[in-house]
């Protein structure tokens, strides 16, 4: 069944109901499932009037928005193939993918996407046309046009086209941590198989009075497939244009779900410690009883035990002191969220339990369709990556690898069958290329990924993530990265908090001038070593980092330093910043 078919079921299911939402002129606005329909027929009208046929290829480069979704599900209605670009790829990336994916026709959300994509078309022998999601985009007339303008006239009646579970549904091209982008090859059969597997996983009641905000890029398998399960569902979907209105964006949409990476849990985990850290005696002790009230009533929710009204009352009083705050912040109504892309450390999950918020923590990756393991609502293992999802087959391999078979599992990389070949056994099991383990209760426990585990000069093996994670999840630092292999002892990049940072700036009685100077300052040195040696104090002695240094800037998506998911990319970190990391060993 063609993926996109959920769009007759639920527009005549709920027809006035709101399927997705958005800004327009500062205020957000929504629309109903036969609005959404039509809109989408309209735009899979218009595209196959220009010449897009069952199977062709079509780019989507945007930040998410309304028309992703619709651009997307019009593409996918046709039978015709989406290749999402990160809106953060510079143009030669998206040449790169537009070149081999060999696309007819091109989405653009913003100005910058649209001067790359019409550079590329004059040099391009298959591109034809650009369509501009927004008229605040100045476009040249030659090959583009305004999506507004380009389903005007298009009917409003369509007839999804049929497919089976093999036929391609997009290539999402991986932004990899390491080498050459690869095209997975997803098929509507793994959309749909994923889908159904989550509602028969979580068996949600009455889902869809839900409301979820996108947040991550819609390019990424995460986001795409937990926003395809929302609308599947005839839950709301709202789309996020501007990922730095986030805050605001939580406070005015108040949505119910959400999926998110760990860096969001981790800075609300470290914000609020801190905050806490710095008030009074009295607080302290509100905060501590109120979250350890919060962990004994978590506890008995995640063996599925009754609550006792004693302990219920005294929670009700911790959320009215403490929680509610808290939660208010984030909007008040999130109650389910999603957590993938990364580790994620137990005190994370722990603490956010506490305030009644169930972070589903799940591992998979785009070549799995997103989910293989993940928290169930009950007795899962906090710490662990979760248990075995739908009809997913796992086992351990070689060196500890996690292989997996099933229906998420991609047909393949794209145009190259060589890379393909080397990430399958000959059984037909996917290498996930991550090291990990299970319990008695079969939940997954991720020890690393087998390419970044490191092995010190002196024959000890270090698993940076766990220590990364240790690290970020302080408030003063906001991304770390740990060097060990070949080396003698472990050191760190650590890219500071700023926003924390130049608030302890005033209190340290020292000036700012620029980020540069302030890394480099003693007295800031001095305040991260003491940061550093209480936070790894429970560390093995050659797990600690011995040296680091402060970085002036974060690391950017633009320059290939980390991955959409905020993943850093070490190969291209380790060239960047060879001089820097070999100042810690040769000082």
Request: glycine fraction near 6%.
């Given at each position: ?423 399958f056994t000959e059984d037909g099991w996917f290498k996930t290329g991550d090291a990990g ?123 290939g330093e980390i991955t959409p998911t905020l993943k850093v990319k070490r190969n291209v ?15």
């Amino acid at each position: 069944m063609n993926i996109a078919e959920f769009l007759n079921t639920n527009a005549e299911k709920f027809p006035l109901k709101s399927a997705i939402g958005f800004k327009k002129k500062e205020k957000w606005t929504e629309i109903s499932w036969t609005s959404f329909r039509r809109l989408v027929f309209k735009t899979a009208n218009a595209l196959r009037e220009a010449g897009i046929s069952e199977h062709d290829k079509v780019a989507i480069y945007s930040d998410n928005s309304a028309e992703w979704i619709v651009f997307d599900l019009a593409i996918l209605s046709l039978g015709a193939i989406t290749v999402p670009i990160y809106s953060t790829n510079n143009e030669e990336q998206a040449e790169y993918i537009l070149n081999e994916s060999e696309c007819k026709m091109i989405l653009v959300g913003n100005q910058e996407q649209y001067d790359a994509a019409f550079s590329i078309l004059n040099k391009h022998h298959i591109l034809q046309k650009v369509i501009v999601a927004k008229k605040s985009i100045w476009i040249k007339k030659e090959n583009s046009q305004y999506l507004e303008d380009f389903i005007k006239k298009a009917a409003e009646e369509f007839n999804i086209v049929a497919k089976e579970d093999t036929e391609l549904a997009t290539i999402i091209y991986t932004s990899g941590t390491t080498g050459v982008p690869k095209g997975v090859m997803l098929t509507h059969g793994n959309f749909h198989k994923s889908v159904e597997a989550h509602f028969e996983f979580f068996k949600f009641n009455n889902f869809e009075n839900e409301k979820s905000l996108a947040f991550l890029p819609l390019t990424h398998v995460f986001e795409r497939c937990w926003t395809l399960l929302v609308l599947f569902g005839g839950a709301t979907a709202y789309f996020l244009e501007n990922t730095k209105l986030i805050a605001s964006a939580l406070t005015e949409v108040k949505p119910t779900m959400m999926c998110s990476v760990p860096r969001f849990y981790q800075k609300i985990y470290a914000g609020v410690n801190e905050m806490v850290n710095n008030s009074s005696d009295a607080k302290k002790k509100i905060f501590k009883w109120a979250i350890a009230t919060g962990n004994e009533v978590a506890e008995l929710r995640r063996v599925n035990k009754p609550i006792p009204f004693s302990l219920k009352m005294k929670n009700t009083v911790a959320g009215i002191m403490v929680f509610n705050k808290i939660k208010q912040k984030m909007g008040g109504k999130l109650w389910f969220m999603p957590c993938g892309g990364a580790s994620v450390s137990e005190e994370v999950t722990r603490f956010f339990e506490a305030l009644g918020i169930h972070i589903t923590v799940g591992y998979g990756l785009t070549e799995t369709t997103a989910t293989l393991t993940c928290f169930p609502f009950h007795h899962f293992k906090h710490g662990s990556a979760g248990i075995r999802f739908g009809e997913t087959q796992l086992k351990i391999g070689e060196n500890d690898e996690i292989l997996a078979k099933g229906s998420g599992i991609m047909k393949g990389y794209y145009k190259k069958p060589e890379a393909t070949a080397e990430v399958f056994t000959e059984d037909g099991w996917f290498k996930t290329g991550d090291a990990g383990r299970f319990d008695d209760s079969g939940n997954l426990f991720i020890t690393d990924r087998i390419k970044d585990l490191m092995k010190t000069s002196n024959g000890k093996y270090i698993a940076p993530q766990p220590i990364e994670n240790l690290l970020s999840n302080n408030n003063y630092i906001n991304q770390a990265m740990i060097v060990a292999e070949g080396k003698s002892f472990v050191t760190a990049l650590i890219i500071p908090n700023f926003e924390a940072l130049k608030e302890q700036l005033d209190k340290m009685s020292i000036p700012f001038t620029n980020w540069e100077d302030i890394v480099k300052s003693e007295k800031i040195k001095e305040f991260y070593r003491e940061k550093i040696e209480e936070i790894q104090k429970n560390l093995a002695g050659f797990e600690k980092v011995k040296k680091f240094v402060l970085m002036p800037s974060e690391f950017e998506m633009t320059s290939g330093e980390i991955t959409p998911t905020l993943k850093v990319k070490r190969n291209v970190i380790m060239q960047k910043y060879a001089d820097v990391i070999n100042g810690m060993y040769n000082s």
